[in-house]
């Protein structure tokens, strides 16, 4: 299985940028990274995803790694509202199916 | 954005009965469902692939026959337990998969079982 290795929780201050860290040294050529975010009670919210080249959407950029064997997903300044657990994804490409196995994520939490 | 919606949200049951789970997909078609389970404080475990008009793929330690996954149309996967007992209450949520190449999940609200 495709797996991620993520921290288990981190902090910021609210207005500060965070950078979340995610490892996947098994990828395989053509998988995409997701990021998705979870808020208690509530399913995964989708935040962004990536191949190749970093990418940025009004939610947080991405930044992957030359060899994409990491990449990290950046909350340029976050807020009370951001505080969530965030996984990082592979999909699983075993079997000829696509599977989507999540890791532990990282919690986050925004002091105020 | 793709929305997925999930029916009940939350629901108690006696221990013994069958509880069923709706997973809809509002505005695509989603030839692929995923059901996963959540316990408190932990990530998500994926249960089983719905697939359209097939049976469902089941991981490894899940029991199918006390999780039947029906995915009769493009847009319907539904999710029974059978016999519920008070360990299979969880949060379980539905997802599917997008129709683009990199292949987004859009996640339900998730359904909350509780079993006496």
């Known amino acids: 299985d495709a797996k991620t290795t993520q921290p288990n929780s981190m902090e910021s201050n609210e207005e500060e940028p965070v950078h979340l860290p995610c490892n996947h040294s098994t990828i395989s050529g053509t998988d995409y990274i997701h990021w998705y975010r979870q808020l208690p009670s509530q399913g995964p919210e989708y935040v962004i995803h990536g191949l190749t080249s970093n990418v940025n959407n009004r939610m947080a950029s991405l930044a992957i790694a030359e060899d994409r064997k990491s990449s990290t997903l950046i909350l340029h300044r976050a807020t009370l509202r951001d505080a969530a657990v965030y996984y990082c994804i592979l999909r699983d490409r075993g079997s000829g199916t696509y599977k989507y196995i999540f890791g532990t994520g990282t919690r986050l939490k925004v002091l105020a | 954005g793709a929305v997925v919606s999930q029916h009940p949200s939350w629901v108690i049951c006696k221990s013994g009965t069958s509880v069923k789970i709706e997973c809809r997909s509002l505005d695509f078609q989603a030839t692929t469902m995923f059901w996963y389970r959540q316990f408190p404080k932990q990530s998500l475990m994926l249960m089983a692939t719905?697939?359209?008009?097939?049976?469902?793929?089941?991981e490894q330690g899940v029991e199918k026959d006390k999780f039947l996954i029906n995915h009769a149309s493009l847009t319907l996967s539904t999710l029974t337990v059978t016999s519920a007992h008070p360990e299979d209450s969880s949060f379980y949520i539905c997802s599917a998969r997008s129709g683009y190449q990199s292949g987004e999940l859009f996640f339900g609200e998730g359904s909350r079982l509780t079993v006496l």
């Open positions: 719905s697939n359209e008009g097939s049976k469902a793929t089941y």
